[in-house]
């Protein structure tokens, strides 16, 4: 069990960087296939949910417990992140999509978290469903 700090923000940056590979991707299909740009924004939306998903998950399994609430504040940190980004790079208003953007990212990257604790639970636990006992080396 680390810190709840350095897992939200080790879940962060597997976001962060799942999306710019993501970008690149979707840079690359849109450079040298007939997709049109039209339709980037689903692109956009998919990216960053898996992107959310993976960094929820990798909080979860890192604090080993109350994945919902460490998952999504690593979609809260996210959402803030991108918020910023947006308001101070492009003067992009504050609308509904963004609050929509704020509950979607909190909502996925919380799933993730669940299910990170939850596969980190399964990992302590012996097939007869009790947990193991470790015993010290001596």
């Known amino acids: 069990m680390r810190s709840a700090s350095t897992s939200v923000l080790t879940g962060l ?8 590979v993501g970008a690149l991707l979707a840079t ?3 450079s040298f296939t007939s997709i049109r740009e039209g339709t980037l924004p689903y692109f956009t939306y998919v990216i960053n949910a898996i992107a959310l998903l993976i960094g929820g998950f ?5 604090c080993g417990g109350r994945g919902w ?4 504040l690593t979609g809260l940190t ?3 992140f991108i918020l910023l980004i947006g308001f101070l790079g492009f003067d992009a208003p504050m609308q509904w999509g963004t609050f929509l953007f704020l509950f979607g990212a909190f909502g996925v990257a919380a799933l993730g ?3 990170g604790v939850n596969s980190a639970n399964s990992n302590n636990k012996h097939k007869s469903g009790k947990p193991k006992v470790i015993k010290p080396r001596r």
Request: net charge positive; proline share 0%; glycine share 16%.
């Open 28 to 30: 690359l299909l849109l």
């Open 78 to 80: 996210y959402f803030l």
């Open 58 to 62: 990798v909080t979860g399994r890192r």
């Open 113 to 115: 978290g669940i299910l």
């Open 13 to 20: 940056l597997y976001t962060t960087c799942l999306v710019l």
């Open 69 to 72: 609430y460490y998952g999504g």
